[in-house]
């Protein structure tokens, strides 16, 4: 019977392939699918030195959101409606969308604004000719200066946060953690996760910055330090 060579270098190929993968199974013998502890120490450091208090994280939060060119502001729970107006009367926002469970105080401060609920949205179209949306977030992090939405109370489905031009993110002062593995202890991994830092840029040709590429081309986030 006649091999040609191609079949002789896949035969070789294929013949590697197991003999690799066997010496992999006879390595890791009778602990071979049993979960092991990861020997390593995830609290990292937000610095020099440990966080002493809230205040740190949520300071370094702001700076690391700073960095990406999204706009910050801190009020308290007792301001936010009228801040949430102020932030999309300033940008002469017409029509938002929100989650449908979005709480009714939030925008309890807007005039003459017309807010969409999510379900109402049926088409990339109309989602992309809103001016803004309005979310809150499952969970943040502070040293990366990152938002995490899973799709849970007022954060609606992925699109809100991805296809409109402004996202305005309402994050709560006690969902700010310190790093990303503290975010991921949080948050369950059969959920749709989105995480954004920052707003959407894309680095095109001689390295220019071009904003929108993938994503809204503003983020704001309303600290609310309850």
Same mark, same amino acid.
């Given at each position: 019977?006649?091999?040609?060579?191609? /079949?002789?270098?896949?035969? =070789?190929?294929?013949?590697?392939?197991?003999?690799?993968?066997?010496?992999?199974r006879?390595?890791? /013998?009778?602990?071979?699918g049993?979960?092991?502890e990861?020997?390593?120490?995830?609290?990292r450091?937000?610095?020099?030195?440990?966080?002493?208090?809230?205040?740190?994280?949520?300071?370094?939060?702001?700076?690391?959101?700073?960095?990406?060119?999204? =706009?910050?502001?801190? %009020?308290?729970?007792?301001e936010?409606?009228?801040?949430?107006?102020?932030?999309?009367?300033?940008?002469?926002?017409k029509q938002i969308?929100?989650?449908?469970?979005?709480?009714?105080?939030? *925008?309890?401060? *807007?005039?003459?604004?017309?807010?969409?609920?999510d379900?109402?949205?049926?088409?990339?179209? =109309?989602?992309?000719? %809103?001016?803004?949306?309005?979310? /809150?977030?499952a969970?943040?992090?502070?040293?990366?200066g990152? !938002?995490?939405?899973?799709?849970?109370r007022?954060?609606?489905?992925?699109?809100?946060?991805?296809?409109?031009?402004?996202?305005l993110?309402?994050?709560?002062?006690?969902? !700010?953690?310190?790093?990303?593995?503290e975010?991921?202890?949080?948050?369950?991994?059969y959920?749709?996760?989105?995480?954004?830092? /920052?707003p959407?840029?894309? =680095?095109a040709?001689?390295?220019?910055? %071009?904003?929108?590429?993938?994503?809204?081309?503003?983020?704001?986030? !309303?600290? %609310?330090?309850?």
């Open positions: 019977m006649a091999v040609t060579a191609a /079949g002789q270098r896949g035969g =070789t190929l294929m013949g590697s392939r197991e003999e690799i993968l066997a010496r992999v006879d390595a890791l /013998g009778t602990a071979s049993t979960p092991v990861v020997p390593r120490d995830y609290r450091r937000l610095g020099a030195e440990e966080a002493a208090s809230r205040a740190d994280v949520i300071a370094l939060f702001t700076e690391r959101l700073a960095d990406q060119r999204a =706009t910050v502001r801190h %009020v308290g729970a007792d936010l409606g009228t801040t949430i107006a102020a932030a999309l009367w300033g940008r002469e926002a969308v929100v989650p449908a469970d979005l709480p009714y105080g939030w *925008l309890a401060e *807007l005039d003459g604004v017309r807010a969409l609920a379900s109402q949205v049926t088409d990339v179209a =109309t989602l992309r000719a %809103v001016d803004a949306s309005v979310t /809150g977030c969970v943040a992090v502070a040293r990366t990152t !938002i995490v939405l899973d799709g849970g007022a954060q609606g489905r992925r699109a809100l946060s991805l296809v409109p031009d402004h996202h993110c309402v994050v709560h002062a006690d969902q !700010i953690v310190g790093t990303v593995p975010a991921v202890a949080r948050l369950d991994p959920r749709p996760l989105t995480w954004i830092t /920052g959407s840029v894309t =680095t040709v001689e390295l220019a910055r %071009v904003p929108g590429g993938h994503g809204p081309r503003g983020l704001e986030v !309303i600290v %609310v330090e309850d």
